[in-house]
């Protein structure tokens, strides 16, 4: 393991970084700052680290460093910590955390991130981080969103030869972003059969969150039992009714969507010290 000078040396000893997913600590409290960005960039992509005992206080490290990263907006970070979604492709933390800490970085990362997305040579996980990613920057800066939505919106445009899960991704975080503009796109997707519907549910489902359609239009077809027998003319509704088992699928199904969202593209495989 290399030498970690102070005040960097203090994220070797921080250990167990899971009791602060939800809030990151104020690592400048540490005394660290943009002076060590460097030596923050080689411990946050430290490979000796990454594969620690996972008993160790050391194996936690990268996590803080790159989280220090994130809140000291360092640019010169951009680049080396692209490389972790495809050499940590099974990493959990990488495909939580990363995306945040470009989200702090900012639009500077943008262009980086647009290439990686439309690298067809990557994995699709590592491709959904980075698509992550980007709706994490559109999301922070209000000024980013117009040029974040372009790059998803323009490798979604490719959805006949994307991934399916992919492609659910892709339309989550246009949805995030409330790309209303996209929805044709969308739509021309889901009626290619080229989405998961596991990710976003279905077509539906994202009308209702982009505000295009109610829950009500939405749920209606749950209310056709006392109609079914009525002739077609007399139905209220403009849709086929289904029958309720149907239904009920259709129902459990996106619920399920929207639980399993950011665990849909876990790998099965998980490092034992992240467990």
Not at 90 to 102: A, H, I
Not at 133 to 139: N, Q, S, T, V
Not at 182 to 208: K, N, S
Not at 228 to 246: G, I, T, Y
Request: net charge negative; proline share 5%; charged share 30%.
């Amino acid at each position: 393991m290399a030498d970690y000078r102070k005040p960097v040396d203090a994220l070797l000893t921080l250990g167990d970084a899971r009791d602060s997913v939800g809030k990151w600590p104020d690592y400048s409290e540490y005394g660290i700052g943009a002076e060590h960005i460097p030596d923050l960039i080689q411990l946050a992509t430290d490979p000796e680290l990454h594969w620690a005992d996972s008993e160790s206080l050391e194996v936690w490290a990268p996590i803080h460093a790159w989280r220090a990263l994130g809140q000291l907006r360092a640019e010169e970070a951009i680049a080396p910590l692209l490389n972790l979604f495809h050499e940590l492709e099974e990493d959990d933390w990488v495909g939580e955390e990363l995306p945040r800490v470009y989200g702090m970085i900012g639009a500077a990362a943008i262009p980086a991130l647009t290439a990686y997305l439309a690298d067809t040579s990557r994995g699709i996980s590592p491709r959904i981080s980075v698509a992550h990613a980007l709706a994490e920057i559109g999301m922070s800066h209000a000024e980013a969103r117009e040029t974040c939505i372009t790059a998803l919106t323009r490798q979604l445009e490719a959805f006949r030869k994307n991934d399916r899960e992919l492609n659910g991704f892709l339309i989550s975080y246009l949805v995030d972003l409330q790309a209303i503009e996209i929805a044709p796109l969308m739509q021309r997707a889901y009626a290619a059969g080229r989405v998961d519907e596991i990710v976003m549910g279905d077509w539906e489902d994202v009308q209702v969150a982009l505000g295009l359609k109610s829950d009500f239009e939405r749920d209606a077809e749950f209310f056709m039992d006392d109609i079914e027998d009525l002739d077609p003319e007399d139905r209220p509704f403009a849709f086929k009714p289904q029958s309720a088992a149907k239904r009920k699928k259709a129902k459990t199904k996106r619920n399920m969507a929207r639980k399993s969202r950011k665990q849909n593209r876990k790998k099965k495989k998980r490092k034992k010290k992240k467990r």
